[in-house]
């Protein structure tokens, strides 16, 4: 590394540790996109109006002990446009995305509650798709819808329904999946292909004018997750791959765990139609949204385990180890080009691909 990249990795360094202020006078697409501007509002505004310790790592979960036993507890909102795609709905979306943010915490999902805000005129026969949608999917997970709640806006008001579910979860296992396990000399796999759902829900949008025979992601990890941990007590850490995508959650374990990490762009499972609506919209599909993979840190002795067992899974046929966890250049995440040069892959900025979940 020069000199003079060694002085620009520190500036950005420093912009990063500065204290966030939240300057928008109004809020945008960009502060629901899982990125820098969500992180922002969250830290300068939410954080600092009822922030407490358990809220403060900002994980797919708060964990907690009640009687002897480890829980997992968490939330989530669906506003995803159109409704229905393909591979999937918002009401499987919203039992998959609350119950795959329990899998990655360690706990296995028991119960779910389900909020629905519809739209005065929004047919019932829909409502109704949806509904048995979100019982298949809750089926499926092994979870129980156990509480609900049902509010109607005015016409114009909402786009249709909108889904919130929480959910908890027991912890089975004793892995301390925080990023403060993660390590130099850790090794990073993702379980699948990226930029499924987000691609799917854009094409399916009619945004696009592509033929792209591409379905949404959306899945239950619980079986997965539940397999990895079994295999070996050497993973550090995993991430669902939603909003903002592997370079987002990337980032998130990097600057959590005072790390680098360095992905390998040749060794990254990418759907030839998810690049070329990529390159398309301008996008790199590193920020674009899965909603049935993750990403996982384990320890380097554990990497045959840990991708034996990932691989051994139908969600995780296509697992690939696609990095490698470093002491240098705190916070930063790196991508090595298929042409041998390197480049910073910073969070997200902005929100290309709006309501996609």
Do not use: W
């Given at each position: 590394m020069t000199?003079?990249e060694?002085?620009?990795?520190?500036?950005?360094e420093?912009?990063?540790?500065?204290?966030?202020?939240?300057?928008?006078?109004?809020?945008?697409?960009?502060?629901?996109?899982?990125?820098?501007?969500?992180?922002?509002?969250?830290e300068a505004?939410?954080?600092e109006?009822?922030?407490n310790?358990?809220?403060?790592?900002?994980?797919?979960?708060?964990?907690?002990?009640?009687?002897?036993?480890?829980?997992?507890?968490?939330?989530?909102?669906?506003?995803v446009?159109?409704?229905?795609?393909?591979?999937?709905?918002?009401?499987?979306?919203?039992?998959?995305?609350?119950?795959?943010d329990?899998?990655?915490?360690?706990?296995?999902?028991?119960?779910?509650?389900?909020?629905f805000?519809?739209?005065?005129?929004f047919?019932?026969?829909?409502?109704r798709?949806?509904?048995?949608?979100?019982?298949?999917?809750?089926?499926?997970?092994?979870?129980?819808?156990?509480?609900?709640?049902?509010?109607?806006?005015?016409?114009?008001?909402?786009?249709?329904?909108?889904?919130?579910?929480?959910?908890?979860g027991?912890?089975?296992?004793?892995?301390?999946?925080?990023?403060?396990?993660?390590?130099?000399?850790?090794?990073v796999?993702v379980?699948?292909?990226?930029?499924?759902?987000?691609?799917?829900v854009?094409?399916?949008?009619?945004?696009?004018?592509?033929?792209?025979?591409?379905?949404s992601?959306?899945?239950p990890?619980?079986?997965?997750?539940?397999?990895?941990?079994s295999?070996?007590?050497?993973?550090?850490?995993?991430?669902?791959?939603?909003?903002?995508?592997l370079a987002t959650?990337?980032?998130?374990?990097?600057?959590?765990?005072n790390?680098?990490i360095?992905?390998?762009?040749?060794?990254?499972?990418?759907?030839?139609?998810?690049?070329?609506a990529?390159?398309?919209?301008?996008?790199?599909?590193?920020?674009?949204?899965?909603?049935?993979?993750?990403?996982?840190?384990?320890?380097?002795?554990?990497?045959?385990?840990?991708?034996?067992?990932?691989?051994?899974?139908?969600?995780?046929?296509d697992?690939?180890?696609?990095g490698?966890?470093?002491?240098?250049?705190e916070?930063?995440?790196?991508?090595?080009?298929?042409?041998?040069g390197?480049r910073?892959?910073?969070?997200?900025?902005?929100?290309?691909?709006?309501?996609?979940?």
């Open positions: 000199g003079r060694q002085e620009v990795l520190e500036a950005i420093r912009r990063r540790r500065r204290r966030p202020r939240l300057k928008d006078e109004v809020v945008t697409l960009a502060h629901g996109a899982g990125g820098k501007a969500t992180r922002t509002l969250i505004l939410f954080l109006e009822f922030g310790p358990r809220l403060a790592p900002l994980a797919d979960a708060a964990l907690f002990d009640v009687a002897g036993a480890r829980f997992a507890f968490t939330t989530d909102s669906y506003v446009k159109p409704l229905f795609f393909p591979g999937g709905d918002i009401g499987e979306l919203a039992v998959n995305g609350t119950v795959n329990l899998a990655v915490a360690g706990a296995r999902p028991l119960f779910l509650t389900a909020g805000i519809v739209e005065e005129g047919p019932t026969a829909d409502l798709r949806v509904a048995a949608s979100v019982g298949r999917a809750a089926r499926a997970a092994g979870v129980e819808v156990v509480a609900g709640d049902t509010k109607v806006v005015e016409r114009g008001k909402g786009d249709g329904v909108y889904i919130n579910t929480s959910g908890i027991v912890l089975e296992h004793e892995h301390d999946l925080s990023p403060a396990s993660v390590r130099p000399g850790d090794k796999l379980s699948g292909t990226l930029g499924d759902h987000g691609i799917a854009m094409v399916a949008r009619g945004s696009l004018e592509l033929e792209v025979d591409l379905d992601d959306t899945a990890l619980t079986e997965l997750v539940h397999g990895l941990l295999a070996t007590p050497g993973v550090r850490c995993l991430r669902d791959l939603t909003r903002g995508g959650a990337l980032n998130e374990i990097a600057d959590a765990a790390v680098s360095v992905i390998d762009e040749a060794a990254l499972p990418i759907r030839p139609e998810v690049n070329g990529c390159e398309i919209l301008g996008i790199d599909p590193l920020y674009v949204a899965n909603e049935g993979k993750l990403v996982a840190i384990v320890a380097p002795e554990a990497l045959a385990a840990a991708y034996s067992a990932l691989g051994s899974s139908p969600l995780g046929i697992t690939e180890i696609v490698e966890v470093r002491a240098d250049a916070g930063m995440v790196f991508l090595d080009t298929a042409f041998g390197r910073v892959v910073d969070v997200l900025v902005g929100d290309p691909l709006p309501r996609i979940c």
